[in-house]
């Protein structure tokens, strides 16, 4: 799976959260100032391209969806942070972030009731 650029994940952000939109409407929830039509369906022809989205034809135009689910995208993205930047160690990366934030051993304790939560 390729990597994305900022507009593009921004798109997709977009995308996954209506499901299925056109350039209108993904330009509709994009903050202000609003970039231009073009820009945003060229981008989403890109996201074509990569293999993120696909569309139906709708009328005269195109509604776009995303094939790409955003779990799978961020589960990649994690693995190529950890790998690029903590020698694939999530122990490392998570001990970073520990220190990094300045995390309590209360905040760690309720952190990990949570993961166990979930289990």
């Given amino acids: 799976m390729k990597q994305l650029t900022n507009a593009e994940e921004e798109i997709m952000k977009i995308l996954w959260k209506?499901?299925?939109?056109?350039?209108?409407?993904?330009?509709?929830?994009?903050?202000?100032?609003?970039?231009a039509y073009n820009t945003v369906s060229t981008i989403v022809r890109i996201l074509e391209n990569k293999g993120f989205v696909?569309?139906?034809?709708?009328g005269k135009g195109?509604?776009?969806f995303?094939?790409?689910?955003q779990q799978d995208y961020s589960n990649q993205?994690?693995?190529t942070l950890v790998d690029n930047y903590f020698q694939g160690s999530f122990k490392s990366m998570?001990?970073?972030?520990?220190?990094?934030n300045d995390i309590s051993?209360?905040?760690?304790?309720?952190?990990?009731?949570?993961?166990?939560?979930?289990?």
């Fill in 18 to 35: 209506l499901e299925k939109a056109n350039v209108k409407a993904i330009i509709e929830e994009m903050p202000k100032p609003k970039p």
């Fill in 54 to 58: 696909d569309y139906e034809k709708q």
């Fill in 62 to 64: 195109h509604v776009y």
């Fill in 66 to 69: 995303p094939v790409v689910k």
């Fill in 77 to 79: 993205t994690i693995n």
């Fill in 94 to 100: 998570v001990s970073f972030f520990v220190k990094k």
């Fill in 105 to 119: 051993l209360k905040e760690m304790e309720s952190i990990l009731k949570d993961i166990n939560k979930k289990d």
